[in-house]
């Protein structure tokens, strides 16, 4: 929105314009006789309304539509005044072509989130998070604030920050809070959804697996999204060793995928449920899995590509005949997380070789003589 800090005939006479008005239209809308407009057409910058017009001036530009202010900038470009840089007026909040350009970015940090292509993902986002504060927009303007900070969020959480003032749970509760103003339930039970995915990622099992629960039967998400919840049930209960019941949920939801027609999740969820086999000791059964899973992968974005050869390398360690392989591949997967920054993933194949190594007692050489 624009707004004037001191009017003169021409801001008036643009206003005028703006909504397309005649002189004695426009006289009558705000209550002032026709040869006062008219005088405002003419002298232009040369005349200033009295202080009380000013005010009633100001009441019918607020009350302006996005289309009316639009057209107002564009007159007072045309007369020669810089809505920018003029000293009488300014621009308050994004214009009806910036909520345009700020759609079509989102879109694409959607699209280099999904590469992680982190910089670049975050140049686009920082550019309008920066530029407005939330407090001087509209509704659609904060909605798309909210996008944006959800979608830092996920940034975040990809790349490991689940904790801190800079981290994902802070954007996700900051972007929950401008939904919870604009009441948007959908929107609130996803933040809720990814919140819980930042509770699993700091070890917080069972708290995840609680919300993960209550958010498989909440209405207010997609039936995909109470599948995945429901997957992710299972995910936080693997991770606690709890993995027959973790394999039970998992089939259930892997069978939903396939109702719904996901195959990513579809994949995702025999990934997941491999590793919950691998902790039951069903190896073979988890190899079936992974090799299934890896087979059917629908993107070859790095976060995938990581987060499969970690799991196959995971089952690989668990039988004494393949740890070599699984050191090997635990080893690629490593570089390729630090490669893409993925500090996650990272810490998580590190925790894993750590343990392995802990495990392995390789034999000493033997002393002539001994037994």
């Known amino acids: 929105m624009t ?11 643009a206003l005028r314009l703006a909504l397309r008005m005649s002189v004695r239209a426009f006289a009558q809308h705000l209550g002032v006789a026709p040869r006062t407009v008219a005088k405002w057409d003419h002298l232009g910058t040369a005349t200033r309304p009295r202080p009380d017009t000013q005010a009633i001036l100001d009441t019918a530009l607020a009350r ?43 879109d694409r940090a959607v699209v280099a989130l999904s590469r992680q292509s982190f910089s670049y993902a975050a140049d686009l986002l920082n550019r309008w998070l920066t530029r407005y504060d ?17 979608l830092l969020g996920d940034l975040q959480r990809d790349q490991g920050a689940v904790a801190g003032p800079l981290s994902a749970r802070r954007s996700y509760l900051n972007a929950r809070s401008i939904y919870s103003q604009l009441d948007i339930p959908r929107r609130l039970a996803q933040l809720d959804l990814s919140l819980a995915v930042v509770a699993e990622m700091s070890g917080l099992l069972d708290e995840a697996a609680k919300e993960y629960e209550a958010l498989a039967v909440d209405d207010r998400l997609s039936p995909r999204d109470r599948t995945r919840a429901r997957l992710w049930v299972g995910t936080a209960l693997s991770k606690n060793d709890k993995n027959d019941y973790a394999a039970r949920l998992m089939t259930t939801a892997i069978r939903e995928f396939e109702s719904l027609g996901e195959p990513e999740d579809w994949s995702v969820a025999h990934q997941k449920l491999a590793l919950a086999h691998r902790g039951a000791g069903n190896l073979s059964e988890a190899l079936r899995l992974i090799d299934l899973a890896r087979a059917t992968a629908v993107t070859d974005a790095p976060m995938q590509r990581v987060r499969l050869e970690t799991a196959y390398g995971h089952i690989l360690l668990s039988d004494r005949a393949t740890v ?38 390789f034999p000493l050489p033997r002393r002539p003589g001994s037994n």
């Open 3 to 13: 707004t004037v800090h001191e009017w003169t005939g021409l801001e008036a006479h």
């Open 134 to 150: 939330p407090h001087a927009l509209d509704d659609k303007g904060l909605y798309l604030f909210a996008r944006s900070t959800t």
């Open 324 to 361: 070599d392989d699984g050191l090997v591949i635990l080893d690629r997967a490593a570089r390729e997380a630090a490669q893409h920054g993925l500090a996650h993933q990272l810490r998580s194949i590190e925790g894993i070789q750590r343990t392995i190594q802990g495990e392995i007692r």
């Open 64 to 106: 302006g539509d996005s289309a009316t202010h639009l057209r107002f900038e564009t007159v007072l470009l045309e007369l020669g005044q810089d809505v920018d840089h003029g000293l009488r007026v300014t621009r308050v909040g994004p214009r009806a072509w910036d909520y345009e350009t700020w759609t079509d970015d989102l």
